[in-house]
């Protein structure tokens, strides 16, 4: 079945450091990708999305490129802030399988310190 | 736009009692909504997925007649934890689809943090 798998937390930064999140899929279909960000004590925010090989996603400087020739798709932001600090979480959903369920990696905590 | 709201965002009950938790689709409609239990530190369980007017879906190991979904309007989806004992206690969030595009997003609501004493 269909999984993904992130790098695991904490990641701890110094403000405007470069941030890379890791995540790789599994998939027998076409996902579309996600990344979402839960900061402390909130439900989840859909930080950016692709739906296709090649597709970049981006919002409030972070981007993430649909590979799928390395089924990756990480999370990449030049300078940290410290309110950057949450629990990131990517996902995967094929509507072709299961009907569209989100798939979630285990999420990766980062904690940016000034 | 595309915001879900939850309520109550926090509760506190006795075991064996009964609490609804009900999320909203304030400014689109929503055929589809899902539910999803959260415990600390860890990621998100979906628990079931509700459709408008139709019985909903639950995963496996998921008890339906211990989580009641009721998903009676295009905007509205509840969940009632019935009986609820200190295990039920969590962080349960609910998502929706907006209808008729991109069926693939999910926007979250807030989440309610359950407390069974």
């Known amino acids: 079945g269909n999984s993904v798998t992130q790098m695991e937390g904490p990641v701890t930064l110094s403000e405007e450091a470069f941030l890379t999140i890791n995540c790789t899929y599994t998939?027998?279909?076409?996902?579309?990708l996600f990344w979402y960000v839960q900061y402390p004590g909130e439900g989840l925010q859909l930080l950016l999305k692709a739906t296709k090989a090649d597709d970049k996603g981006s919002n409030k400087g972070f981007e993430a490129t649909y590979r799928k020739e390395t089924t990756s798709f990480h999370l990449e932001k030049g300078s940290v802030q410290v309110s950057d600090s949450a629990v990131y979480f990517c996902a995967l959903s094929d509507l072709l399988d299961q009907g569209g369920k989100l798939i979630f990696g285990q999420g990766t905590e980062l904690s940016v310190k000034p | 736009g595309a915001v879900v709201s939850q309520h109550p965002s926090r509760v506190i009950c006795k075991s064996g009692t009964s609490v609804k938790i009900e999320c909203r689709s304030l400014?689109?409609?929503?055929?589809?909504m899902f539910w999803y239990r959260q415990f600390p530190k860890q990621s998100l369980m979906l628990m079931a997925t509700?459709?408008?007017?139709?019985?909903?879906?639950?995963e496996q190991g998921v008890e339906k007649d211990k989580f009641l979904i009721n998903h009676a309007s295009l905007t509205l989806s509840t969940l009632t934890v019935t009986s609820a004992h200190p295990e039920d206690s969590s962080f349960y969030i609910c998502?929706?689809?907006?209808?008729?595009?991109?069926?693939?997003?999910?926007?979250f609501g807030p989440g309610t943090r359950l407390l069974v004493l």
């Open positions: 509700s459709n408008e007017g139709s019985k909903a879906t639950y």
């Open positions: 998939a027998t279909g076409y996902p579309s």
């Open positions: 400014d689109f409609q929503a055929t589809t």
């Open positions: 998502s929706a689809r907006v209808a008729g595009q991109n069926q693939e997003t999910q926007y």
